[in-house]
């Protein structure tokens, strides 16, 4: 089966732009979560969904980002204006939901703000 | 809060060396364990998944047992090769919060022939 797919694979901006991130989930994966990986860290949730609405994005900075998930299929996340410290990579992953653990991630996006 | 401890990285052994990599966690509930690894320049790949006390999950010979009594999931290997350089993450999930991956910071291993 095809995999989570994720674009851009990189991005360079600069503080201050805006940047989006798609995510397509495994087709029939209801619920759809979006993580950032600092470098040496381990990925921290920022937000998720099932089907197309928000479960959790308690640890979503909303003054700046801001997801959707239209149809409940597709997924964009956005950063709006950047920061330094949003530098990293973004993980994109799906699950059937309702306790399957079957967790799907994508190759992730790696953002660098300059 | 539910969260998770890994012990710090990195971790240098030499080939057919003893692997134990320490996670413990605290979460409020009966969460389910796993271990996933990244691979240079890969993404995440679940290793090994214990869902209820006791259980011992293993795959390509490395094992980790849920030991409630003293909340921990380490992962072990008996002889390690080069190929297992990698980070290893582990991490909880818990019905009440989704089923959302909790992850630990993970454990740099680099392997010497």
């Known amino acids: 089966e095809a995999g989570v797919a994720q674009s851009p694979r990189y991005k360079i901006i600069e503080k201050r732009q805006s940047v989006a991130f798609w995510c397509n989930p495994i087709?029939?994966?209801?619920?759809l979560y979006w993580y950032q990986q600092i470098l040496g860290q381990g990925p921290k949730l920022l937000i998720q969904?099932?089907?197309?609405?928000?479960?959790?994005d308690s640890q979503l900075p909303k003054d700046r980002f801001s997801a959707e998930r239209l149809k409940g299929v597709d997924s964009t996340l956005k950063i709006q204006p950047a920061k330094l410290e949003d530098s990293a990579v973004y993980l994109c992953?799906?699950?059937?939901?309702?306790?399957?653990?079957?967790?799907?991630f994508g190759s992730g996006t790696r953002l660098t703000v300059v | 809060g539910n969260s998770v401890t890994q012990m710090e990285g990195p971790v240098t052994l030499s080939e057919e060396a003893f692997l134990t990599i320490n996670c413990t966690y605290t979460?409020?509930?009966?969460?389910?364990l796993f271990w996933y690894v990244q691979y240079p320049g890969e993404g995440l790949q679940l290793l090994l998944k214990?869902?209820?006390?006791?259980d011992k999950g293993s795959n390509k010979g490395f094992e980790a047992t849920y030991r409630k009594e003293t909340t921990s999931f380490h992962l072990e290997k008996g002889s390690v090769q080069v190929s297992d350089s990698a980070v290893y993450f582990c991490?909880?999930?818990?019905?009440?919060?989704?089923?959302?991956?909790?992850f630990g910071k993970g454990t740099s291993l680099l392997v010497t022939p």
């Open positions: 992953a799906s699950t059937l939901g309702g306790g399957d653990y079957g967790y799907t």
């Open positions: 214990a869902t209820k006390a006791d």
């Open positions: 991490a909880l999930t818990l019905s009440n919060s989704g089923y959302a991956l909790n």
């Open positions: 969904f099932q089907n197309n609405g928000v479960v959790d």
């Open positions: 087709s029939g994966h209801a619920t």
């Open positions: 979460a409020t509930g009966y969460p389910s």
